[in-house]
Nanobody
């Protein structure tokens, strides 16, 4: 069992930077692929970024590639999402997720979810 708690969301302006954190508790955190997803009002939850358990392999949705960076610190049981050059279309609730499938980009491949943190970007 893994419990995930996101933090770091807020109200931002276009062009700002923000870092989200996801603290994990439970066993074997370092064994999991970690992902960030987001869900805007009226839309489905979508993949944003993922990182394999080694931390050396990351992958991104095209919409955030070059602007967002995912990283993890297995010693601290924490995964981060650094978001730069924020745009209004980045407004959403951001969720952290953990799963055992490498390179997973769909919600069904992740077993554990946090409660989400709101990110709002104004123009």
């Amino acid at each position: 069992q893994v419990q995930l708690v996101e933090s770091g969301g807020g109200l931002m302006q276009a062009g700002d930077s923000l870092r989200l954190s996801c603290a994990a508790s439970g066993r074997a955190f370092s064994s999991y692929t970690m992902g960030w997803f987001r869900q805007a009002p009226g839309k489905e939850r979508e993949f944003v970024a993922g990182i394999l358990w080694t931390g050396g392999n990351t992958y991104y949705a095209d919409s955030v590639k070059g602007r967002f960076t995912i990283s993890r610190d297995n010693a601290k049981n924490t995964v981060y999402l650094q978001m730069n050059s924020l745009k209004p279309e980045d407004t959403a609730v951001y969720y952290c997720a953990a799963g055992l499938v490498q390179w997973a980009v769909t919600t069904g491949k992740y077993h554990y979810w946090g409660q989400g943190t709101q990110v709002t970007v104004s123009s």
